[in-house]
């Protein structure tokens, strides 16, 4: 059959890190997420299509993607503003916030046959 899409969503991505190819299973896991993730899941052949990225800190853009290889780049999609989501009351009856909500584009960008994984590490 067709091969699902695989995305992964990363709300609070304060940095990519600064190299890409290190062993994880050595690690805390207190480094930068999007690189632990992509190589974690790539280990066991699941190869993100899409990388959607949210950052609130401001981040200087060329320092952020300096780090991303030429080969996903076209995969990684980074919005450098902060999630913004209703209270739970409202999301759980199937209202969507701001244009800045994660459960707002999820519907929009991938289909429930779609592998998704969604890590949240959001700060203040």
């Known amino acids: 059959g067709i091969k ?12 990519n890190g600064k190299v890409w190819e290190y062993d994880y299973r050595a690690g805390s896991g207190g480094g930068p997420s ?3 993730f992509y190589n974690m899941y790539k280990d066991r052949c699941i190869e993100f299509d899409d990388i959607y990225a949210w950052e609130g800190k401001p981040q200087n853009p060329a320092s952020w993607w300096k780090p991303i290889p030429a080969s996903i780049r076209h995969k990684v ?3 450098n503003i902060f ?5 739970v009351e409202q999301s759980t009856a199937g209202l969507t916030g701001s244009d800045s909500s994660f459960l707002r584009m999820l519907p929009l960008a991938v289909s429930p046959e779609d592998f998704v994984v ?3 590490d959001i700060d203040g």
């Open 118 to 120: 969604v890590k949240v």
């Open 34 to 36: 999007i690189p632990l």
């Open 4 to 15: 699902p899409r695989a995305a992964l969503f990363d709300l609070g991505c304060t940095s």
């Open 77 to 79: 999609r980074f919005y």
């Open 83 to 87: 999630v913004e989501e209703l209270p």
